[in-house]
């Protein structure tokens, strides 16, 4: 297991899977494992994924200053992880929560960035979040499914702030509630820091006009990939935050969820490979 050192002296880790050019790929959670992504549903024959795994996650080290979990005080650990696998410059996915961790470093650092993919990303760091009400919406489209009854109305009281997560209504978050990814949500306690995750978001993280300014000057293509039946972000806040680059382009993937690799692995790894190659343009109208 791969391993370099932070500006603050804390251990970080990094896994590498598959083969092909490097893609730097920032785990969601916020403050999830990088082992929840796997090898994103096949990418990793196409890409060289380099895993990382934030700090007090995985298997890289707690730091000794707590504060540092903030998410903008992530982004110099991503700038370290460049300088130590020599790259130039690099091509960064980066799923849900990790997408704001990835746009603070692409306003910062633009010229290390060749392209950018982000995967169901609700655009925290725009100041565009999204609402209960985009995810009671999107949890309606999945009525006719029979474990809908059951778990709305735990769904609807948890984000009203009535009640704690159930993993009642973790079927909402999967666009297949299936054994796969029962198993995937089922792993999600083990792999989370909580006390991190508590600080990813917390005061002074984000300033989104400061990184809309910036984000609007970007150079490197942009991919910003929604799940037709996610709620955070549901397609529409998806083309909102691809509006403020200036060379986006917004997928959505039939029938995905949040965690777009498990629903259709197939899809989902013909259309980011298509991105990555600059061949996306010639890829079917399917959105």
Partial sequence: MPTFTATDGTELAYHVRGEGEPLVVLPGGPMRASTYLGDLGGLGAHRRLILLDLRGTGDSAVPADRTSYRCDRLVDDVEVLRAHMGLEHMDVLAHSAGGSLAMLYAARFPERVARLTLITATPWALGMPATAEHRLAAARLRKGEPWFEGAYPAFEAWLAGEGDFDPVFEPFFYGRWDGVAEEHSALADEQ????????????????????????????????????????????????????????????????????????????????????????????????
């Fill in 192 to 287: 989370c820091n909580d006390e991190a995750a508590d600080l990813y978001f917390s005061e002074g993280a984000f300033d989104p006009p400061a990184t809309r300014a910036a984000l609007a000057d970007l150079p490197a293509p942009v991919l910003v990939l929604a799940g037709e039946l996610d709620g955070g972000p549901r397609p529409h806040l998806a083309r909102r935050a691809a509006d403020v680059f200036r060379n986006a382009e917004l997928g959505v993937q039939p029938g995905a969820g949040h965690y777009p690799w498990l629903d259709d692995p197939e899809w989902f790894v013909r259309r980011v490979t298509a991105f990555l190659d600059g061949s996306s343009g010639s890829l079917p109208s399917a959105e």
